[in-house]
């Protein structure tokens, strides 16, 4: 699997933060049948691994991946456990050199085009840009566009469910990330039929309105 194929399956990358690893396998199936394939699981908790373990092995149509990967033994303790790509919120020379010949995709965080140069200097043009909103959000992406016609995003980082059209109607940005799709306190409820709709009508409501900016060329 290429980093292109895993940007674009859906619109929007669910972003989730697990402390429990009984929540992994049911929140995966309800964001599958909501129609958001693809989710990763940061690596802020004890549980974060486990939880990738569990959806990679149980919910295998799901496209499970672990961020907030921050080193080299983050990177291969993700692989090991099943991701099926990593991402970062920065990146660093070793994780970028890593990432190179991988066996499965990496994502390269970037804020700014000095880094940018360093992430597409090496041969990464899919990154994401983290955290969008405080470094200008669609203003952003916009100014990189130019300089750098070849790269695509995914933006994520204060991304929120009203912001998120404005994000994809740019014709450089593959997707989206957003812990919206499952709010903390669903999860800790195991309300698994309230956050399968969520994705439905998040998922429906931005392929439409992407589609209708992108072909208003906006």
Known sequence: MRMEDVLTASPVIAVLTLTNPRHAAPLARALLFGGAPVMEVTLRTPAALECVRIIANEA???IVGASTVLNPKDFYAAHAAGAAFIASP?????????G????VPYLPGVSSASELMAAYGR?????KLFPAAPVGGVAMLR????????????ATGGVTR????HYLAQSNVLCVGGSWLAPQSLIEAED?????????ATV???ASQTSRRRGDGA
């Open 204 to 206: 429906d409501d931005l």
């Open 90 to 98: 920065g990146a660093s020379a070793e994780l970028l050199d890593i």
């Open 143 to 154: 100014a990189l566009a130019g300089p750098f016609p070849g790269v695509t995003f995914c």
């Open 162 to 165: 009203q912001s998120a059209p």
């Open 60 to 62: 295998p149509e799901a």
């Open 192 to 200: 698994w039929d309230a956050i399968e709709q969520i994705v439905r």
């Open 100 to 103: 190179v010949s991988a066996p």
């Open 123 to 127: 041969g990464y043009d899919q990154v």
